[in-house]
């Protein structure tokens, strides 16, 4: 079985004493490609090690984090990651990660919607899906989305942890998937009451590694070696052999982000 998972910042220092080893897990696990979303100016020149390292596994996105969206910084953050993105000697399969984050700051919600409205056109422009960040804010993405939307744009909302409607409102706009990593092994991360009305075709596995490890990880260091943790729970919830999980979600990968 094969895996890929699409989220993943296995760029971190978490990683910098055990990168080569953790990708050597991967690899004992099937976890044959990984994409790299980018969150900053900071961590470009990782995203691109990793690039340059494992050509034919790691693949990056360019965005700016809505965490990193603040008022003094972000026309330098924008300008510096549309350079990166815009490198014709590189290529990226996505524009991420980008979105709105409530958790940590409220106050920055207008500029986070300037910030997702450029990274969006961007996308629209390009031809890339885009991967979308969401913690307490549903509503402000909808907002946007609502407006922002056409056939010119795909993508995914990374790590989702919605609800039924909320999972059903995503994927009402179109060429637009979930996904799905290590919450969905939590008892009440809320997806058992999720994904079981989801179609098989709209459904991308991930890990946000190094945050938010399955059970029996959890609270440990995630790393992209469990996305075929992740598969069995999404398996165990679809009633099905994990190997229908991998086939399934490994094509619709390779679909959004044309691998």
Same mark, same amino acid.
């Given at each position: 079985?094969? &895996?890929?998972?699409?989220?993943?910042?296995?760029?971190?220092?978490? &990683?910098?004493?055990?990168?080569?080893?953790?990708?050597?897990?991967?690899? !004992?696990?099937?976890?044959?490609?990984?994409?790299?979303?980018?969150?900053?100016?900071?961590?470009?020149?990782?995203?691109?090690?990793?690039?340059?390292?494992?050509?034919?596994?790691?693949?990056?996105?360019?965005?700016?984090?809505?965490?990193?969206?603040?008022?003094?910084?972000?026309?330098?953050?924008?300008?510096?990651? !549309?350079?990166?993105?815009?490198?014709?000697?590189?290529?990226?399969?996505?524009?991420?990660?980008?979105? &709105?984050?409530?958790?940590?700051?409220?106050?920055?919600?207008?500029?986070?919607?300037?910030? &997702?409205?450029?990274?969006?056109?961007?996308?629209?422009?390009?031809?890339?899906?885009?991967?979308?960040?969401?913690?307490?804010?549903? !509503?402000?993405?909808?907002?946007?989305?609502?407006?922002?939307?056409?056939?010119? $744009?795909?993508?995914?909302?990374?790590?989702?942890?919605?609800? $039924?409607?909320?999972?059903?409102?995503? $994927?009402?706009?179109?060429?637009?998937?979930?996904?799905?990593?290590?919450?969905?092994?939590?008892?009440?991360?809320?997806?058992?009451?999720?994904?079981?009305?989801?179609?098989?075709?709209?459904?991308?596995?991930?890990?946000?590694?190094?945050?938010?490890?399955?059970?029996?990880?959890?609270?440990?260091?995630?790393?992209?070696?469990?996305?075929?943790?992740?598969?069995?729970?999404?398996?165990?919830?679809?009633?099905?052999?994990?190997?229908?999980?991998?086939?399934?979600?490994?094509?619709?990968?390779?679909?959004?982000?044309?691998?």
């Amino acid at each position: 079985m094969a &895996f890929i998972d699409t989220h993943t910042h296995l760029y971190q220092p978490a &990683f910098d004493g055990d990168r080569d080893e953790a990708m050597a897990r991967c690899a !004992e696990a099937g976890v044959n490609t990984l994409l790299l979303p980018n969150i900053d100016c900071a961590s470009i020149p990782r995203v691109h090690a990793m690039m340059d390292q494992w050509p034919d596994r790691c693949l990056g996105m360019m965005g700016l984090h809505p965490c990193h969206v603040k008022a003094d910084s972000m026309e330098q953050e924008l300008s510096t990651i !549309e350079g990166a993105l815009r490198d014709s000697g590189r290529r990226y399969v996505a524009v991420g990660e980008i979105g &709105f984050d409530l958790y940590w700051d409220k106050t920055t919600l207008a500029i986070q919607h300037e910030a &997702f409205e450029r990274q969006v056109a961007w996308a629209k422009e390009l031809g890339l899906p885009i991967v979308i960040h969401v913690r307490e804010a549903f !509503e402000a993405l909808f907002e946007a989305m609502d407006r922002l939307n056409d056939d010119r $744009l795909s993508g995914v909302v990374h790590c989702f942890t919605g609800n $039924l409607e909320q999972a059903q409102r995503v $994927l009402a706009y179109g060429d637009f998937y979930l996904g799905i990593g290590g919450v969905a092994t939590y008892k009440n991360g809320g997806l058992d009451a999720v994904l079981p009305h989801v179609d098989r075709d709209r459904v991308i596995l991930e890990t946000d590694s190094p945050y938010l490890a399955p059970v029996p990880y959890r609270g440990k260091r995630n790393e992209s070696a469990y996305t075929a943790v992740v598969a069995q729970r999404v398996a165990d919830l679809w009633e099905c052999p994990v190997a229908e999980v991998a086939a399934a979600t490994t094509a619709n990968a390779k679909r959004l982000f044309a691998l």
